[in-house]
């Protein structure tokens, strides 16, 4: 499996891991030109941001690093473009980082750090 490939792998697991909590799922892939948001969701009257970092087995470097403060600024960036365009700029938001990584015997490991930044 590429790179790309097992990153579209590790969005489908995250978004399940949010709709298996009775999340709805509001946008996957929603690009502006500041930036993309992996995965929208609402829970409750909460948005939920979701960046998802997947990483092969051994890597060196935890997922949720490559979340930088540089990457987190784009990301606030595109989340109040998408709050705007969707009339949701009221409402409270939450930026999640999820890291999916290869689970022992097949499978993927879906870890969720919730409020992992503010706005």
Known sequence: ???KEFGQKGEAA???YYLDRGCRLLAHG???RLGELDLVLEEGDTVVVAEVKSRA????VPAAQAVDTAKQRRLILAA???LQQ???ADRPVRF?????SPAAGGGLLVHCI?????L
């Not at 919730?114 to 503010?118: C, G, I, L, M, T």
């Open 96 to 100: 999640d980082v999820v890291e999916v």
């Open 86 to 88: 969707q009339e949701l």
């Open 80 to 82: 109040q473009s998408f």
């Open 57 to 60: 087995a051994g890597s060196l």
């Open 1 to 3: 499996m590429d790179k």
């Open 14 to 16: 995250a978004a399940r």
């Open 114 to 118: 919730k409020n992992a930044f503010e």
């Open 30 to 32: 929603y690009r502006t």
